[in-house]
């Protein structure tokens, strides 16, 4: 599995970057919100936090310039029924990703149905499924109130993208948190996973 790629631009375009890494030329495919936020000109050096998808007859590299933006593409493709990489993808390049969130813990699907190639009910099981699978909405909205800080919440929807229940994934990382306050979201990663194994 590839999870990171940090090398040089060889080529830039509206979704997707060339990126040369040790001589090798890698396709990757980005939201605009990546590209927005590397501004990736050719020769300069950028870092991407990545998803390899493998179909029967394809291989993409999705990136992503930062964990949440890949954690909302993970919670997308895989806790909502028939959300696939290119619909992730058209969220997160249809809106920033703290907006989406403020979407589905608002239940504002109307919003989200404007996204480009989403459409009212797909948005409508986005906020449903989000909601009454993962309770990611709750977290999200616990982070806007001030009532969890924003490493905190990163760390438990990191966990819960990589399959692990919400209740869980809480628990460890409020473990964690006890034991070294103020560790960072991937140290609460670290060591939740470390804990939960």
């Known amino acids: 599995m590839i999870v990171r790629l940090r090398g040089k631009v060889w080529d830039s375009f509206p979704n997707r970057l060339i990126l040369g890494v040790g001589g090798v030329g890698y396709e990757v495919l980005v939201p605009v919100s990546s590209v927005d936020q590397l501004n990736p000109v050719i020769g300069k050096e950028v870092e991407l936090r990545t998803y390899f ?8 590299l999705y ?7 890949r954690d909302v593409f993970l919670l997308l493709i895989e806790r909502v029924s028939g959300i696939g990489p290119v619909i992730a993808m058209a969220v997160l390049s249809g809106m920033p990703v703290g907006r989406f969130k403020a979407c589905v813990a608002g239940g504002e ?9 989403l459409g009212k009910k797909t948005a409508e099981r ?7 699978k993962v309770g990611v909405a709750e977290t999200w909205a616990d ?3 001030g009532a969890m800080a924003p490493a905190t919440a990163d760390a438990e929807l ?17 473990k964690m948190l006890d034991q070294t306050p103020g560790a960072s979201t991937e140290e609460l990663v670290r060591g939740a996973l470390r804990s939960m194994s």
Do not use: M
């Open 63 to 69: 990136g992503f310039a930062t964990e949440e933006e």
């Open 143 to 145: 982070v806007a109130s």
């Open 158 to 174: 990191a966990l819960v993208a990589l399959g692990y229940k919400q209740v869980d994934a809480r628990k460890a990382v409020r």
């Open 53 to 60: 998808h493998v179909r029967e007859n394809t291989q993409v």
């Open 126 to 132: 986005i906020v449903l499924e989000l909601k009454d």
């Open 109 to 117: 699907s109307a919003e989200l149905s404007k996204i480009k190639g």
